[in-house]
């Protein structure tokens, strides 16, 4: 089997789960010898259900003109005497 990320090499690895429901559990994964990339089955429908936001940045400078702004006592800076 291939890596889905760089095309490397997977191998059978032997994984320890220390946050496991039951305590630490021992789990067979494969493991990509490049990149290190874990497949888990519980893993990868974790990632099929829960798709991830994407940030969209814009290509603009961000306008903070009408912003308000509420400075607080600790954004003054006093000089020691």
Not at 12 to 37: A, F, P
Not at 46 to 56: D, G, M
Request: aromatic share 6%; glycine share 8%.
């Amino acid at each position: 089997m291939h890596c889905s990320r760089c095309q490397g090499l997977m191998v059978k690895d032997q994984l320890l789960d220390m946050e496991g429901g039951y305590g630490q559990m021992w789990t067979t994964s494969l493991r990509c010898v490049n990149c290190g990339r874990i497949y888990d089955s519980v893993t990868e429908q974790n990632r099929l259900t829960k798709p991830e936001k994407v940030l969209v940045t814009s290509s603009h400078e961000p306008d903070y003109q009408n912003d308000e702004v509420h400075l607080g006592a600790e954004s003054f800076i006093r000089r020691a005497a």
